[in-house]
């Protein structure tokens, strides 16, 4: 195992911890990766992601671009996430399975549903590409 210092976003230790409660072991932030993904199962030829909502753009609540200095935010953040477009388009042709988790969903309330979610796809060998949301819909 290879642990490479980078900084630890709270949502990210969270899931984390959720994981290795699970029974997953991973390696965090491996550089050799496009993208350098938050999680690496190397098991599993899986990856994580965990983004924050404001940063990567995400349609909830939390993410909502604000309606001051869009001009400024804006292409800052389609800039973000074109470039996990690009990460994950790399990592997909490299033959691994990548997963993204939002800030929104390792909330202290939903966190371990949501890693126990994540489990259940990560071990399932069939399952694509993910990006999913559970209150994202709705805002
Ligand atoms: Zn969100």
């Not at 996990?84 to 691994?96: F, I, M, Q, T």
């Not at 800030?103 to 069939?126: F, M, P, R, Y």
């Amino acid at each position: 195992m290879k642990r490479v210092k980078r900084s630890d976003t709270k949502p990210e230790v969270t899931l984390r911890k959720a994981l290795h409660r699970l029974g997953f072991r991973y390696v965090i932030g491996d550089k050799r990766l496009p993208g350098t993904p938050d999680l690496v199962l190397p098991k599993h030829k899986a990856v994580v992601f965990v983004h924050g909502c404001f940063w990567h753009g995400h349609e909830c609540r939390q993410g909502r671009t604000p309606s001051s200095n869009v001009n400024y935010w804006a292409p800052k953040i389609a800039a973000n996430r074109a470039r996990d477009a690009r990460k994950v388009k790399a990592l997909l042709h490299l033959g691994w399975r990548v997963f993204t988790v939002w800030e929104c969903e390792l909330k202290q309330a939903v966190a371990l549903d949501t890693a126990k979610q994540l489990a259940s796809q990560i071990n399932n060998q069939s399952n694509g590409p993910s990006t999913r949301c559970r209150d994202a819909q709705h805002s």
